[in-house]
């Protein structure tokens, strides 16, 4: 599965986490977690490694960007900074990870 994102910002933003979310598939119901826990992606970009991304790939922080990458590859500019976790496997062990000033 490959998700594609329009328009991310960082000029004119102090967003310090960009959280992306792909649905893989239609759940069948809309009604709880467990409905939607097996379908859905999450990934997670801090800020300073989205621009280390833009940096990497040539592209400019201060135009809005779009991303095109899939659980697990690192093939596109944004893929390798990206962290993903299914919903069902989400854990505040996982966030807890990602930055520790965040409690």
Sequence with gaps: CT???KGIRV???SWKHLFLLGRE???GGWTSARDVDGCIWLGYVGRD???QALKAAGKSVRK???ATVTP???RSWLGSAVEWVRLRDLT???WDTKDSSVN
């Design 25 to 27: 598939r239609e759940p």
């Design 64 to 66: 809005p960007q779009d």
């Design 3 to 5: 998700f594609a994102f």
């Design 11 to 13: 000029k004119g933003t």
């Design 49 to 51: 490694r989205y621009k």
């Design 92 to 94: 505040r062990a996982w």
């Design 72 to 74: 697990g590859s690192s």
